[in-house]
């Protein structure tokens, strides 16, 4: 029986491969868009189609004016979700053991999106902190994180401001422990989708290009949800580490 997948799936599959197998190593040029025509017999619409497909898959990117070319894949390590690590500001372990870890970050007031009144059991439009941050290795974005926090918790205390005043820095547990909330629990739900243009601009990736997204949501002694994230990574780069301890 013959191949019945369409002609720019083969031809991706089969650029994939041979990225695989190393027959196209990371910095070296895909075959030009004549020379996938003339090898696969195909239309510039086909090999055009294909060629998207491998980008979005983060095989490979376009560099304006020379071509498209093989990317570097390699992990760039792992996002470390243990009792220990979910707190941190940047809970990760990088392949690369000279890496020098930063972040910024910029805070601002607004109303809660729905999604996120959802997370957090307040109503839609009520008033939040919103926080951005951008994680970076040698000075090179690896990670974006989005945090919301309900002003009617931290509002008029030390810390409303996440990376300001006595308590900066310290992440959720250590900064609400101390105007007397005790957090005890975090859950997290991981999924995936295409990244968004801001993302993958931020990120060095294509837009479309799948990431890993982190839903994490803290939660205090009584129920209460207190704090709920987005953080977003590059799939193809990093790896979720679990430390799941078993007790008897």
């Known amino acids: 029986m ?34 996938l025509k003339r090898t696969y017999a195909a239309s510039d619409q086909t090999v055009d189609r294909a060629v ?3 980008k979005a898959a983060g095989y490979a990117e376009g560099q304006f004016g ?9 992990p760039l390590g792992s996002l470390l979700r243990s009792t220990g690590a979910v707190d941190s500001p940047f809970a990760a372990r990088m392949t690369a053991k000279d890496t020098a870890l930063t972040w910024e970050a910029q805070s601002s007031e ?3 999106p729905e999604r996120v009144a959802e997370r957090l059991r307040i109503g839609a439009g009520d008033r939040v902190l919103c926080t ?28 409303v401001l ?8 310290r992440g959720v547990r250590g900064r609400l422990a101390a105007i007397g909330i005790r957090v005890v629990r975090a859950q997290e739900l991981v999924g995936s989708r295409p990244a968004t243009t801001p993302e993958a601009e931020a990120l060095g990736c ?20 207190v704090e709920t994230s ?10 979720l580490e679990y430390d799941i301890p078993f007790v008897s």
């Open 2 to 35: 013959g191949d019945s997948r369409p002609v720019y799936q083969r031809i991706a599959d089969d650029l994939r491969r041979r990225i695989d197998e190393g027959a196209l190593a990371v910095g070296d040029r895909i075959p030009s868009r004549s020379e």
């Open 52 to 54: 998207r497909v491998l």
């Open 66 to 74: 020379r071509g498209v070319f093989v990317t570097d894949r390699a």
């Open 110 to 112: 607004t109303a809660a």
């Open 132 to 159: 951005q941050y951008e994680y970076l290795a040698n000075r090179h974005p690896v990670q974006l994180a989005t945090s919301w926090e309900p002003l009617a918790i931290t509002e008029g205390t030390d810390v």
């Open 162 to 169: 996440p990376e300001r005043g006595p308590y900066a820095r």
């Open 206 to 225: 294509a837009a479309g290009q799948c990431v890993t997204v982190i839903e994490r949501t803290h939660f205090d002694g009584d129920g209460r949800a």
């Open 230 to 239: 987005d953080i977003v990574v590059r799939a193809d780069r990093w790896r």
